[in-house]
């Protein structure tokens, strides 16, 4: 069993930074990819970002690229999401996952292929 606990959420205003956290516990951090989702207030829950387990691979959503950053540290079990330039439209729960099967990067963004979740953390973002 693995919990993933998330933390680093809170409130920013528009055009600020926040660094998510998520911790790996239990199982041996292994996960082949590590993702992270968000879900805002009535919308479905949306791919954000996956990397790899070396880190070589990383892949975003359209709407985030150029001011997300993915990034993990196996010796430290946590993975990494730094927010930049955030906008009102990124306020969501956001929710890491990790997969225990070789994912191929296109089918990071697939919520099929993760095997735990986080309990989620709140983003708000005021303009």
């Known amino acids: 069993q693995v919990q993933l606990v998330e933390s680093g959420g809170g409130l920013v205003q528009a055009g600020g930074s926040l660094r998510l956290s998520c911790a790996a516990s239990g199982r041996t951090f292994s996960a082949y990819v590590l993702g992270w989702f968000r879900q805002a207030p009535g919308k479905e829950r949306e791919f954000v970002s996956g990397i790899s387990w070396s880190g070589s691979s990383t892949v975003y959503a359209d709407s985030v690229k150029g001011r997300f950053t993915i990034s993990r540290d196996n010796a430290k079990n946590t993975v990494y999401l730094q927010m930049n330039s955030l906008k009102p439209e990124d306020t969501a729960v956001y929710y890491c996952?990790?997969?225990?099967?070789?994912?191929?990067?296109?089918?990071?963004?697939?919520?099929?292929?993760?095997?735990?979740w986080g309990q989620g953390t709140q983003v708000t973002v005021s303009s």
């Open positions: 996952a990790s997969s225990y099967v070789p994912l191929h990067s296109s089918n990071y963004y697939s919520e099929q292929g993760y095997n735990y």
